[in-house]
């Protein structure tokens, strides 16, 4: 089943230009993960951010997490062309191990 | 070795047919899924293995069968798909020692059903 909510669907950049997309979620969370995919590829875990943290950086993303509105917030600077991919959040529902994956947001970074 | 690997890359089969895909990883995960992933939605979860038993079937119809045969190894048998059930397989692995941890993800299986 699918928690995540994501907006916005599609986003058109520069090169060079700060990318945000966010995330909702709808129930309690242990952790709130963000995964990158090429078109037609695997996932690609990007960061993972855990309930009783707000800011986490990772080179040049930056996440952000509120659980008392229970959203997130992925933002890229600088963006290169190699940026373009589809961004997922991705929340732990319950103790077995599972995923469940936001709709995703499609990020193009034009040259 | 951090990678999990799938085969074929790529499939097309018959309604008749029958195919396995398979997914391999050697990073010691006790914990592997199969997903399918239909043009621009997210992963739809179909099978979670935990220490090579299913815990996990996310009501998947019977033509889809899968199997672990050993910690390393994780197949998905296909029998009387329908053009429907075309799309991208993704398999996936994590460590059993944390609650929601990251999940590596193969790079999928392109399957097309005529």
């Known amino acids: 089943s699918q928690q995540g909510e994501e907006d916005p669907q599609a986003l058109s950049i520069q090169e060079g230009e700060n990318a945000t997309m966010n995330c909702s979620y709808k129930t309690s969370i242990n952790n709130l993960q963000w995964y990158r995919q090429n078109s037609g590829r695997g996932l690609v875990h990007l960061i993972l951010i855990r309930s009783n943290e707000r800011e986490k950086h990772s080179g040049r993303l930056r996440v952000t997490l509120d659980t008392s509105k229970k959203s997130s917030s992925l933002l890229i600077t600088a963006s290169r062309a190699a940026d373009t991919a589809s961004y997922f959040c991705?929340?732990?529902?319950?103790?077995?191990?599972?995923?469940?994956f936001g709709a995703g947001t499609t990020v193009t970074v034009r040259a | 070795d951090t990678e999990v690997t799938q085969t074929p890359k790529h499939l097309v089969m018959g309604m008749t047919n029958k195919k396995s895909l398979k997914c391999e990883q050697h990073m010691g995960h006790r914990a592997m899924y199969w997903y399918k992933q239909k043009a621009k939605k997210p992963p739809e979860l179909m099978f979670v293995y935990s220490y090579e038993k299913l815990s996990i079937n996310e009501s998947v119809p019977s033509r889809f069968s899968p199997e672990c045969p050993n910690s390393s190894l994780l197949n998905l048998h296909l029998h009387a798909l329908q053009p429907e059930d075309s799309a991208l397989y993704l398999c996936?692995?994590?460590?059993?020692?944390?609650?929601?941890?990251?999940?590596?993800f193969g790079p999928g299986t392109r399957l097309t059903v005529l």
């Open positions: 991705a929340t732990d529902l319950s103790n077995d191990y599972k995923l469940s």
């Open positions: 996936a692995s994590t460590y059993t020692g944390s609650i929601g941890g990251v999940q590596f």
